[in-house]
């Protein structure tokens, strides 16, 4: 998994796990965090007196997730003599245990992440090539924040509500000016930052509604300066049709009903693979928003 840090590696892989139907546990290890004197024992395990102070065994990282996922975020960070090991785990399935000459089968599925350019990294000679290889099986590129800013109303609702809960403020929403000033802001931080915004927003907001005034954090004191120039977002820019935030996801969910019908000539079915959504659901959004969209399955 790919990325600028912020844009939700750690979340993509978690998902993968959740979907993936593995029984096992879901284990983050944060690479650049390990040093490099305790890696192998911390990700391998060890036997009792491998070392100084190994009273007892210890499984190792791997282990602990077996049946399960390993989610090595910044992998780029890895020691060279781990990624030798790291590459025969790939290769064979199987650990040594720092101390022990008997191999022990795992079956563990591992997502690695980084914000680096590996490439680059191998050739510089920080990155083996042959473990790159192996890791990049299905790689996945998360794009910055801002180059999908269509996503930020939906983010911002999700954050909104959580930060409510949680902090108990009396909050029920943000204006038309709050939600734009949120669309045009470059986001350097990516979708962490976001939250933050959101989080600080809420906890210091004195009204019930949020407005662009109340905003904590979009000062443009960044290495991505507010008036810096964007680059086009694939996705059309947000259009604030009502009062609320609810509105606007309203319009925007119904844009896209549309839109999908429109693709497909009017064939709900169709229109509904596009959306991720089955056909009878598809009908009572229609009744429900009293949609009568042209097509020869509508009339």
């Excluded at 000679?125 to 794009?143: S, V, Y």
């Amino acid at each position: 998994v790919t990325g600028e840090t912020g844009t939700g590696k750690e979340l993509l892989a978690r998902a993968l796990h959740r979907l993936s139907g593995r029984s096992g546990s879901f284990v983050c290890v944060n690479c650049p965090a390990i040093p490099n004197d305790l890696a192998e024992s911390l990700l391998f395990g060890h036997c009792r007196g491998a070392f100084t102070g190994a009273a007892e065994a210890q499984d190792g990282l791997f282990e602990t997730a077996d049946g399960g996922t390993i989610f090595l975020d910044e992998v780029a960070d890895l020691p060279p003599h781990i990624q030798v090991k790291l590459l025969r785990v790939l290769q064979e399935g199987e650990i040594h245990r720092l101390g022990s000459r008997n191999p022990r089968k795992i079956d563990v599925r591992v997502v690695s992440a980084t914000n680096r350019d590996l490439r680059g990294e191998i050739r510089r000679g920080r990155f083996r090539e042959d473990l790159f290889h192996r890791l990049a099986g299905i790689t996945i590129e998360l794009p910055p924040l801002r180059l999908r800013y269509g996503d930020i109303p939906a983010l911002v609702e999700f954050f909104l509500q959580r930060a409510v809960g949680k902090l108990k403020r009396p909050v029920r929403g943000l204006s038309n000016d709050a939600l734009e000033a949120l669309c045009a802001y470059p986001w350097p931080g990516n979708i962490r930052e976001l939250q933050h915004v959101i989080d600080r927003t809420v906890l210091l907001c004195t009204g019930e509604v949020i407005r662009a005034g109340d905003l904590v954090g979009l000062d443009g004191d960044h290495d991505t300066p507010f008036a810096a120039p964007l680059q086009p977002s694939p996705v059309s820019k947000p259009r604030v049709g009502g009062d609320s935030l609810t509105n606007y996801m309203r319009e925007e969910k119904i844009r896209r009903v549309l839109e999908a019908l429109e693709r497909s000539g009017g064939n709900q079915a169709a229109a509904a693979r596009e959306l991720g959504m089955s056909r009878s659901n598809l009908s009572r959004l229609l009744k429900r928003y009293g949609l009568k969209p042209e097509g020869p399955e509508l009339q």
